[in-house]
């Protein structure tokens, strides 16, 4: 199963919806897709929805560090939500969670993050 990756902006806020496989073959058309879209819109953080997402290696895991690292330089941050199983085992691991918020749900993302949702 491929990667599909769904970009809005929701004020100063990039939401970065993926559904499928997130790994080494995938991972680099993504982090060229997110890195585009975080330096050709007015947006400071990031809400990451994996929701649909089945699997994810340690590319993946890649691609999620290098773009919290540059949110991280324009000043914002990143908050991912609706983590399925799998890839929460993964971060768990990978201790990602000591530094991305984690929120439950999409809603509860962008109220972390100042917009209404």
């Known amino acids: 199963m491929s990667l599909q990756a769904d970009f809005e902006v929701r004020e100063n806020v990039l939401v970065v919806r993926l559904s ?3 790994d080494h073959h995938e991972a680099e058309k993504l982090r060229d897709q997110w890195r585009d879209m975080i330096y050709e819109n007015p947006v400071k953080h990031v809400l990451l929805n994996l929701e649909a997402v089945s699997f994810m290696d340690s590319s993946g895991l890649g691609v999620v560090l290098g773009r919290y690292k540059e949110v991280l330089q324009l000043g914002g941050e990143m908050v991912v939500c609706s983590v399925t199983p799998p890839v929460q085992r993964l971060f768990e ?8 918020r984690h929120a439950e ?7 972390v993050l100042g917009v209404a949702s």
């Open 20 to 22: 499928g496989e997130l």
């Open 93 to 100: 691991m990978s201790g990602l969670y000591k530094i991305v």
């Open 105 to 111: 749900c999409e809603d509860t993302a962008l109220s």
